[in-house]
């Protein structure tokens, strides 16, 4: 069983859908919970960043973890094409200096 | 956030050669991170450069292959050597600035012919 699990998707849904991108993991150790959103030929951009359990809002854009399920997720309202990317969990078990595992990403397509 | 700087942004390299790539960060850290992005995996850590002391590598990396320089707290360098074709990948380096998240720069893309 690999430390994080995502679906790899691809996932397409018409704009102005909600969207719902999740991800499971296996190491309890695990405190801190980030999205990144990577575009074609671009590196990696910090989208959401959670620490434990709870809910973060940030726009459109909504991350939840739940550590006794050892699931999170990121809720996206209001789908726009420019949200077309792909979507990569990540968690580490310490912050900014500790190195992270990453999911395999989900690749979003939103069809205006 | 820092301002991350990577080169070169692509290449296309003949087996059994090597290539450095470089990462400029424009402000001073204590931690740079290498990574690697295989298409259709997750991004691996290969590993971990902290200025003043040897590099830290994951499991299955090592520093023959991969030998990384961190000569100041602004800059540091990946060498992939004795390319094969399985190196092809994109190749990205990070930092995290305290508890700040990491910050990627946009990363080398790597093939290999």
Redesign the interface.
């Known amino acids: 069983q690999?430390e994080?699990e995502q679906d790899?998707g691809p996932l397409s849904v018409p704009e102005g859908a909600i969207v719902s991108l999740n991800c499971t993991y296996s190491n309890s150790a695990f405190q801190?919970f980030?999205w990144?959103r990577q575009y074609s030929?671009?590196?990696?951009?910090?989208l959401m960043?959670t620490y434990s359990s709870g809910n973060k809002e940030d726009g459109r854009f909504t991350a939840q973890v739940d550590k006794s399920s050892k699931y999170i997720s990121l809720f996206i309202r209001d789908s726009q094409p420019s949200d077309s990317a792909t979507y990569?969990c990540?968690m580490s078990v310490g912050?900014?200096?500790?190195?992270?595992?990453?999911?395999?990403?989900t690749r979003l397509s939103v069809i205006a | 956030s820092a301002v991350i700087s990577q080169k070169p942004s692509r290449d296309i390299c003949q087996r059994g050669t090597s290539l450095t790539i470089q990462c400029q960060v424009d402000s001073q850290v204590t931690m740079m991170f290498w990574y690697r992005q295989q298409p259709g995996q997750s991004l691996t850590l290969i590993a971990t450069a902290n200025q003043g002391s040897e590099a830290t590598y994951e499991s299955g990396f090592v520093i023959d292959k991969f030998p990384i320089s961190r000569p100041n707290l602004t800059f540091s360098t990946l060498t992939v050597s004795n390319m094969s074709p399985e190196d092809s990948s994109i190749y990205l380096c990070s930092v995290g600035v305290g508890d700040q998240p990491q910050h990627f720069g946009d990363g080398t893309r790597l093939s290999i012919l």
């Open positions: 690999k994080v790899p801190y980030m990144y030929r671009k590196g990696p951009e910090l960043y990569l990540a912050s900014g200096n500790t190195p992270l595992v990453f999911g395999k990403g």
